[in-house]
């Protein structure tokens, strides 16, 4: 998703009822700007950031939704 010529985060679409991400809190249009402290400015930062995923106990997702910020924080089970 760009903004004034600049990348602004990743925009979330076709998010279907009853899908993990719909349960995670996602919603269609929502930007996602950052996870983990990491801001998702390409394509290969997404792909670093994923691995780096792979063992973390809890995920905190930045993005905007309508305009506003909101944080969704997640913890993960083993």
Same mark, same amino acid.
């Given at each position: 998703? @760009?903004?004034? =010529?600049?990348?602004?985060?990743?925009?979330? @679409?076709?998010?279907?009822? =009853?899908?993990?991400?719909?349960? +995670?809190? +996602?919603?269609?249009?929502?930007?996602?700007?950052? /996870?983990?402290?990491?801001? +998702?400015?390409? &394509?290969?930062? /997404? @792909?670093?950031?994923?691995?780096?995923?792979? %063992? /973390?106990?809890?995920? %905190? $997702?930045?993005?905007?939704?309508? =305009?506003?910020?909101?944080?969704?924080?997640?913890? $993960?089970? &083993?």
């Amino acid at each position: 998703y @760009f903004r004034g =010529g600049k990348k602004q985060g990743y925009r979330l @679409f076709s998010i279907r009822p =009853g899908s993990v991400f719909k349960q +995670l809190g +996602l919603r269609n249009g929502d930007v996602i700007n950052q /996870v983990n402290g990491y801001s +998702l400015e390409s &394509a290969d930062r /997404v @792909f670093e950031l994923y691995q780096k995923l792979r %063992t /973390v106990p809890s995920i %905190t $997702i930045k993005l905007k939704r309508r =305009g506003r910020d909101k944080h969704i924080n997640i913890n $993960i089970d &083993a």
